[in-house]
């Protein structure tokens, strides 16, 4: 068939195997009277899947000279071969008619391929009204390889940027979208809230001379005015440890002359018990590590001040096993699982804030679901303007912005998240100013002492598995 007449018509017909040979005879007749007439530049017959049932498929397509002819023969031929197809085997066929039109960018066209090639559903265009896959098989240039990959981000109307824009300058009108049913014009909000926290981790922790340094020259030997800074930095991190370590001393030797003192009778039990809880108080009771930094030793304290629980899984010769391993490459790798541990504790501290905000509302006959989603999309704007700020950071110094201008433009980012917190409540749950401000307050708290308890769970999970 030539490709350069207008759209075709296409007949679908499902035949019982007893009747194949005869309904052949009978198409082949049918296709003879349609070449004759004066709109069909030509026909043609193919063969089909069948059907659930076994029934044999069969393809009769008649290529138009324009949209009137089809007109004309909906108006004449296409009856007339419906009524014949009924009185001829009744039952024992079924057909269905559809109108199509190439699109020339395909690289299988419908006349090839009537159904779609992902999930099998009979296509009415280019794109499957099922799954939504493109009628097409493969890609025929790299310029269409890198569109198929890059495509949301280099179209301005795409998903990608409907979403970031109004994310960004426009707070709650995404959450208020979606729980109004505006969705498929936007990212998902899980898959938005994971693209952009992968983005800000990638940016903010990934150091390529670190992580990729095989790509760069090892940095050059150190001036001797370098070592010799170095060198009296190490002397100054020594003299502070052999201060503490002293202090340390001269409190054990005071609780042992108040005991000695105790045992001999001089002082009395209870002003010896206020002098040992004296020395306690000017001691820091939270657990500790401390490292000397000449040989490494490390000891630690106030292992008896922690929770029972925590004190069965953290003894303390697992602590100090601990405090070695961290001592042997200063905190590296310790740094490393913390970072490991941030995004999960991000999403621990998802369903907590979602709880927070379903106690400030319980009239707003809201889901959990849904106050989730608030905080979904709110800690995805976050993820958002941090990456921004640190883009930005790193730029204003490749482009020598004057200080000054970065600082203001930094500092305004950073106001800009409680606010947009404040208008994001405002827009979601629609109340005035005095009680959105009151529950604001009550939110922050909570948030500060969510992720405080959420980080404080990333280090000792970091602490367990060093």
Not at 156 to 182: A, K, N, Q, V
């Amino acid at each position: 068939m030539t490709s350069a007449a207008g759209p075709l018509y296409e007949y679908t017909f499902h035949v019982e195997r007893e009747v194949l040979p005869e309904f052949e005879r009978w198409l082949e007749a049918r296709v003879d009277d349609a070449r004759r007439e004066r709109g069909v530049v030509d026909a043609r017959t193919f063969e089909s899947p069948d059907d659930d049932s076994g029934r044999a498929g069969r393809v009769c397509q008649l290529r138009c000279r324009d949209d009137q002819a089809i007109d004309e023969l909906l108006d004449d031929l296409l009856p007339a071969i419906e009524a014949s197809a009924a009185e001829e085997f009744g039952e024992a066929i079924s057909a269905f008619g559809r109108t199509l039109r190439e699109d020339p960018d395909q690289d299988i066209s419908l006349v090839e391929s009537p159904n779609c090639l992902n999930c099998g559903t009979r296509l009415t265009g280019q794109y499957c009204g099922s799954c939504g896959q493109r009628a097409r098989s493969r890609l025929i240039s790299l310029w269409q390889l890198l569109s198929e990959a890059f495509g949301d981000l280099l179209e301005f109307d795409s998903r990608l940027w409907r979403t970031l824009i109004p994310l960004l300058i426009r707070p709650g009108r995404l959450t208020r979208d979606y729980l109004e049913g505006r969705r498929a014009r936007y990212m998902p909000p899980f898959r938005m809230y994971l693209v952009l926290s992968v983005i800000f981790f990638v940016v903010a922790f990934f150091d390529p001379k670190d992580d990729l340094s095989l790509l760069f020259e090892p940095e050059p030997p150190p001036t001797p005015e370098e070592a010799a800074e170095a060198e009296r930095e190490a002397d100054e991190a020594t003299e502070e440890a052999e201060e503490a370590e002293e202090a340390e001393e001269a409190e054990e030797d005071a609780r042992e002359t108040i005991e000695e003192l105790r045992d001999q009778g001089i002082i009395a039990g209870e002003d010896a018990a206020e002098a040992v809880a004296a020395l306690d108080d000017e001691s820091d009771g939270d657990f500790n590590f401390k490292i000397d930094p000449e040989t490494g030793e490390c000891t630690s304290s106030g292992h008896d001040e922690m929770p029972e629980w925590l004190q069965r899984r953290l003894t303390k010769e697992r602590l100090e096993e601990i405090c070695e391993r961290v001592g042997a490459d200063d905190g590296k790798t310790l740094g490393n699982l913390v970072l490991d541990n941030i995004p999960v504790a991000l999403i621990v501290l998802l369903p907590i804030m979602a709880l927070v905000l379903k106690i400030l509302y319980p009239l707003s006959r809201r889901y959990f679901v849904e106050h989730l989603l608030f905080f979904v999309h709110f800690h995805a704007f976050f993820f958002l303007i941090l990456t921004l700020q640190i883009l930005f950071a790193r730029l204003a110094d490749l482009l020598w912005v004057p200080e000054p201008v970065s600082i203001l433009v930094l500092v305004a980012a950073s106001f800009y998240i409680p606010v947009y917190l404040y208008k994001a409540m405002r827009s979601v749950y629609g109340q005035g100013h005095f009680f959105t401000f009151t529950k604001y307050v009550a939110l922050a708290v909570a948030y500060l002492i969510g992720a405080t308890a959420t980080m404080m769970g990333a280090l000792l999970f970091a602490l367990v598995s060093v």
